[in-house]
């Protein structure tokens, strides 16, 4: 969830972001100045992909909406809008909030001190959390939260139509497509995984120390086969990491049974992801990277061991949770060691006797009607019975069944004897929150730890791509220079006969012209030199036999054009105003890729916008790839040295 506030009077342009996960518990604070058509706005909310934005009622009223909320209309349609007070965005309670909830106060003073004037980061700040406490009945432990401030210093810039020209996350076409360079990189083991690979691909690094970092733990991953298993089996232990944290941090306002209930849950899961530790520790043992010699480091920390040792002192050893909710409703009852507490033994009693009825009064039922009757359970409905419909109907059924419904091909209902019999024993309920808060005290390393499976999770997907599909390491140079290159979306197509290209460019050449019939691959050349050098940047391997990149801190690309009706804008239009933002940001570290330019007006006027735009383009060093089929354009070659057709 996001909370966005722009500034007034002279301060307009000036945009403050708050943004929450609810499945992370991080806080992540923006703040930058953004352009009249905030592109840098829009691209933040693309990657960060939010299911609400919190605004400012001023700014969303119909009768005069602002630019900003027509920028965000316009290009996020899908995006849910809620509208709050203004006077809920203020800085000075953003702060105190911002103080009550931070994780390890003492040790972040000097990033307090540059908080305090990141005056529109605190207001969202404030309108966030007023907004998960009243509205989402949120509330947090305090001292909590992770909180990271992010600039876009180390980041590669693409806008929202660069990423959908290029297919990074979505298929154009079709949406329920796996051809998305996301889903061809997408073989991560848990959702911190997930959510960082898709992060890494909006937003790629231009860090080369980062990046060669990276790429030096998917080298050893291929180098070490011992390592990459033993890696992706320890993953698996924690593909719910993300919740755990979120459910530790959270704090429910409405008090319940199945909130309580919750709490042993996240212990029980926290047992088994922190037990999983030592098997994560030991893969790296050995290791040679700088990133899994750290990584080793973390993980030996005393505080995991501390944890474990906590919640071992009164769960069971071999308490773990399956995908049967009944079964696992038992194992609850049975997870909590029977000296942790003197009534449990009471209760436990109770609890089974409860279940024993249950499992009575169906052996009965079943006897009395002769019908395959069986009992389950179900977090919303409590203990249920069902029968198979197979040739019955719901009038033929006994008086005495309460609540038929027809639910994936049974009967499930209910008597009065059922009714109310959801039982849960309230002293372990209690004993896991003693549990949790002693676990409170060592959140930071859980902070850490889930990290550390994010970055390792992406990096064993690379290696396992590179593996399959023969990439090969990238190097990073001041000549872009790829041999026979392949676009990984394509060899991902069944029955597609793939075929290779070099791709060259350099300072003394670097403007290239690319021209030739239709449907002879113009696009999907242009398309792929984009991905091949995002996939470089974020430390993956690429499919080519030798491939040398320059760092970009920008990758514009326009590929197709269509008018928009919602702003009665033309396709030419259109095209000057993306062409307009190029020139207005482009440098020396850019990367341009333009797919036929100015085919929305007539011939010598679009020959004429084309050559002007390639004339202001080429005085700088950026790498631009041109496709085209205007003569006059391919004929630039003969008047400039850096042109290259």
């Known amino acids: ?58 700014v969303c009223e119909k009768e005069k ?9 316009m290009h996020c349609s899908t995006l849910k809008i809620v509208s709050v007070n203004r006077k809920y965005f203020n800085d000075r309670k953003g702060f105190r909030i911002f103080i009550f909830n931070l994780l390890q106060l003492r040790k972040n003073a000097n990033f307090l001190f540059h908080a305090a004037h990141l005056y529109y980061c ?64 997408n073989n991560v083991k848990t959702q911190m995984g997930s959510k960082l690979l898709r992060s890494n691909i909006l937003e ?52 319940s049974l199945k909130v309580a209930e919750s709490k042993l849950t996240t212990l029980i899961n926290l047992k ?107 977090l919303h409905k409590g203990f249920y019975l069902k029968i198979p419909v197979k040739n019955m109907s719901a009038c033929s059924l006994p008086n005495e069944f309460l609540k038929i419904m027809k639910f994936k091909g049974s009967f499930i209902f209910t008597t009065d004897q059922l009714v109310g019999r959801d039982f849960h024993i309230v002293v372990f309920i209690l004993i896991a929150d003693n549990v949790l808060a002693e676990v409170m005290k060592n959140i930071s390393g859980l902070y850490q730890l889930a990290e550390c499976v994010g970055i390792v999770d992406v990096v064993a997907s690379f290696a396992f791509n590179a593996i399959r599909s023969d990439h090969i390491r990238p190097v990073f140079t001041d000549t872009l220079a790829v041999k026979n290159s392949r676009h990984p979306i394509l060899e991902r197509m069944p029955h597609c006969h793939v075929i290779s290209n070099s791709i060259y460019a350099s300072e003394a050449n670097n403007f290239v012209i690319i021209s030739g019939p239709n449907m002879s691959g113009k696009s999907t050349y242009l398309s792929q030199i984009a991905i091949l050098q995002i996939m470089a940047q974020i430390g993956s391997y690429v499919p080519a036999e030798t491939a040398s990149f320059k760092l970009c801190k920008q990758i514009f690309s326009r590929i197709g054009y269509n008018n928009y009706i919602g702003t009665n804008s033309s396709m030419l ?70 042109f290259e057709k």
């Open 204 to 255: 790629p690094s231009c860090d080369l120390q980062t990046i060669v970092e990276r790429l030096d733990m998917v080298d050893e991953l291929l180098n070490n086969s011992n390592m990459f298993y033993k890696i992706r089996n320890a993953l698996v232990y924690f593909s719910n990491i993300n919740h755990i944290l979120s459910s530790m941090v959270q704090k429910s306002s409405v008090a």
């Open 122 to 185: 605190l207001a969202a700040t404030n309108a966030l959390f007023k907004y998960l406490e009243f509205v989402r009945n949120i509330t947090f432990v305090p001292s909590s939260i992770k909180v990271v401030y992010k600039t876009n210093e180390h980041s590669t810039m693409m806008d929202i139509t660069t990423t959908k020209n290029l297919e990074l996350i979505r298929n154009a076409n079709e949406q329920k497509s796996h051809l998305s360079l996301f889903n061809v990189l």
């Open 65 to 73: 909406l602002s630019s900003l909320i027509q920028q965000i209309s």
């Open 573 to 642: 239009f259109n095209e000057m105003k993306e062409m307009n933002y190029v020139v207005q940001n482009v440098n020396k570290c850019s990367m341009i890729i333009i797919d036929e330019l100015c085919k929305g007006t007539s011939l010598d006027e679009g020959v004429a916008l084309f050559l002007a735009f390639c004339e202001h383009i080429k005085n700088f060093q950026s790498f631009c790839f041109i496709a085209t089929h205007h003569e006059n354009v391919i004929q630039l070659e003969d008047y400039h040295s850096n």
């Open 1 to 58: 969830i996001i909370a966005v506030i722009e500034g007034r009077g002279n301060a307009q342009g000036e945009v403050g972001l708050a943004c929450y996960d609810l499945n992370n518990s991080t806080l992540e604070l923006y703040q930058f100045s953004d352009c009249h058509t905030y592109s840098k706005l829009v691209t933040k909310l693309n990657i960060l992909n939010p299911a609400e934005v919190i605004m400012s009622n001023t």
């Open 272 to 378: 088994n992801a922190l037990e999983a530790v030592e098997l994560l520790k030991d893969a790296f043992e050995d290791s040679v990277s700088l990133l899994f010699q750290t990584f080793h480091r973390l993980l030996s920390h005393r505080c995991y061991t501390d944890m474990l040792e906590a919640i071992s002192s009164v769960v069971e050893d071999n308490t773990h949770l399956t995908k049967n909710l009944f079964a696992t409703k038992v194992q609850k009852g049975y997870a909590i060691k029977a000296e942790a507490n003197g009534l449990l033994d009471i209760s436990r009693r109770t609890y089974s006797e409860a279940i024993e009825d249950i499992n009575q009064l169906v052996v009965e039922l079943r006897e009395k009607y002769h019908l395959p009757i069986k009992s389950n359970y179900s």
